[in-house]
Structure formats: structure tokens, C-alpha cells
């Protein structure tokens, strides 16, 4: 996966702008009404959306595993720290925190690998600390493309595979924590030669 990412952000750059999803402000809302001050980003990419936090008040840590990236982010993410790794070797320090926010991160690995993210997430997250994660959902319309390699699980791009998951799938691998709120949102995106289209995420708001 980081081969796959690296070359993107090396080719591409901003791919997505400088606008963070519309899923931030939404749990930016969430993480001050449950008192979050210090924020986890696994997966941070080139920081848009860790930015957005950093700008709403909170202290930020970002992770991402492309060198790129975080060279971009480094650029345009005043306020936010940057670990260069996998989110699957955290923690990269001592560090907990009260809230995690995660954008499509988590539907990037096979079943025992997001089981492995989401105990480490767990191990840096504070007793009562809540988080807030997006992933692809069954709506897409990359659903059931590409080859197959584990169920609901297909490489959709080359080097890119993609679980994509139910309502009930996602709040079981969630089993761990307390659900407080799941739902479906709808995230516009304009970029490359894809162009204007809209992906059918499924949030989920969990507590420790």
C-alpha cells in the first residue's frame, strides 16, 4: 500500500485541494460537545483534513506513511505534528489522546490488519476518548470491481484494495467500543481524471 500511495502524492500532489471533507465538521461538532482537546490522524496524507482540526483549536498529530506527503503537509499544515510511518507500528511515541479522527483509512487494509489498526487505536486512546472514523461503504459504485480477495473486499485500482462495508460489518468490527452513532454521508470530490463525483461514506462515532 505505501508504494501505491507514495507514487500518487509523487504524481498527483494535492489531489483532493485544500478543502477537507465535509465529515470534518461534522465530527469537529462531536469531538467539542465530548470535550476533545488532543487529536489523533492516522493516515493523515498531505494534512487537509488534519489542518481543518488545528484551525478549529485542537492539538494535532498527524501519521501518514508517504514521504511526499508529509512534505506537502509540512507546507501548509502549521500547528499539526507529523510522524512519518504505518499506522499499523504505532504508537511513535507516548502520546494519548482524546479523540481519533480517521478518513478512509481503515478500508485500505485486509481483515486482520484493520483488527491490528484498531487495537493500536485503542492503546493511544484515552479511557471515555471517542472516535470518529469514515470508510467506503457498500453504495460505491466501485462496489464488486477489480479482483477479489477477501469478502466485500476487492483491489479496485492496482496496488489498491478496498473493503467496502454494511452497516452491520462496520459496527462489528467496532466491537471493542461503545457506538454512540453511525450513519451514511455523502462526500463530493473533484479531482484527476475521475472529475466531479460523490462517494457514499459510512461514518461511525465510537467511544473507548
Same mark, same amino acid.
Request: hydrophobic letters at 35%; a negative charge.
Given at each position: 500500500?505505501?508504494?501505491?500511495?507514495?507514487?500518487?502524492?509523487?504524481?498527483?500532489?494535492?489531489?483532493?485541494?485544500?478543502?477537507?471533507?465535509?465529515?470534518?465538521?461534522?465530527?469537529?461538532?462531536?469531538?467539542?460537545?465530548?470535550?476533545?482537546?488532543?487529536?489523533?490522524?492516522?493516515?493523515?496524507?498531505?494534512?487537509?483534513?488534519?489542518?481543518?482540526?488545528?484551525?478549529?483549536?485542537?492539538?494535532?498529530?498527524?501519521?501518514?506513511?508517504?514521504?511526499?506527503?508529509?512534505?506537502?503537509?509540512?507546507?501548509?499544515?502549521?500547528?499539526?505534528?507529523?510522524?512519518?510511518?504505518? =499506522? #499499523? +507500528?504505532?504508537?511513535?511515541?507516548?502520546?494519548?489522546? /482524546?479523540?481519533?479522527?480517521?478518513?478512509?483509512?481503515? &478500508?485500505?487494509? %485486509?481483515?486482520?490488519?484493520?483488527?491490528?489498526?484498531?487495537?493500536?487505536?485503542?492503546?493511544?486512546?484515552?479511557?471515555?476518548?471517542?472516535?470518529?472514523?469514515?470508510?467506503?461503504?457498500?453504495?460505491?459504485?466501485?462496489?464488486?470491481?477489480?479482483?477479489?480477495?477477501?469478502?466485500?473486499?476487492?483491489?479496485?485500482?492496482?496496488?489498491?484494495?478496498?473493503?467496502?462495508?454494511?452497516?452491520?460489518?462496520?459496527?462489528?468490527?467496532?466491537?471493542?467500543?461503545? =457506538? #454512540? +452513532?453511525?450513519?451514511?454521508?455523502?462526500?463530493?470530490? /473533484?479531482?484527476?481524471?475521475?472529475?466531479?463525483?460523490? &462517494?457514499?461514506? %459510512?461514518?461511525?462515532?465510537?467511544?473507548?
Amino acid at each position: 500500500m505505501n508504494t501505491f500511495w507514495e507514487e500518487r502524492f509523487c504524481e498527483e500532489g494535492r489531489i483532493w485541494g485544500d478543502t477537507p471533507s465535509r465529515t470534518v465538521d461534522y465530527a469537529i461538532g462531536l469531538f467539542n460537545n465530548a470535550g476533545v482537546q488532543r487529536v489523533l490522524v492516522p493516515g493523515s496524507g498531505y494534512g487537509r483534513n488534519a489542518a481543518a482540526f488545528a484551525r478549529a483549536g485542537f492539538s494535532v498529530t498527524g501519521i501518514e506513511n508517504s514521504a511526499t506527503a508529509v512534505t506537502l503537509a509540512l507546507q501548509n499544515s502549521e500547528g499539526v505534528r507529523y510522524h512519518l510511518g504505518s =499506522v #499499523l +507500528e504505532m504508537p511513535f511515541d507516548d502520546s494519548m489522546y /482524546d479523540g481519533i479522527y480517521c478518513f478512509n483509512v481503515l &478500508h485500505l487494509f %485486509r481483515k486482520n490488519d484493520r483488527a491490528a489498526f484498531l487495537a493500536r487505536c485503542r492503546e493511544q486512546l484515552k479511557e471515555g476518548g471517542v472516535m470518529f472514523f469514515i470508510v467506503f461503504s457498500d453504495r460505491e459504485p466501485s462496489y464488486g470491481m477489480g479482483k477479489k480477495v477477501e469478502e466485500n473486499t476487492f483491489e479496485s485500482k492496482p496496488g489498491r484494495e478496498v473493503h467496502y462495508y454494511s452497516a452491520e460489518d462496520l459496527v462489528s468490527e467496532f466491537r471493542d467500543f461503545e =457506538v #454512540l +452513532e453511525t450513519g451514511i454521508m455523502e462526500d463530493p470530490e /473533484d479531482h484527476g481524471g475521475e472529475g466531479r463525483h460523490i &462517494h457514499q461514506l %459510512r461514518y461511525i462515532y465510537a467511544r473507548n
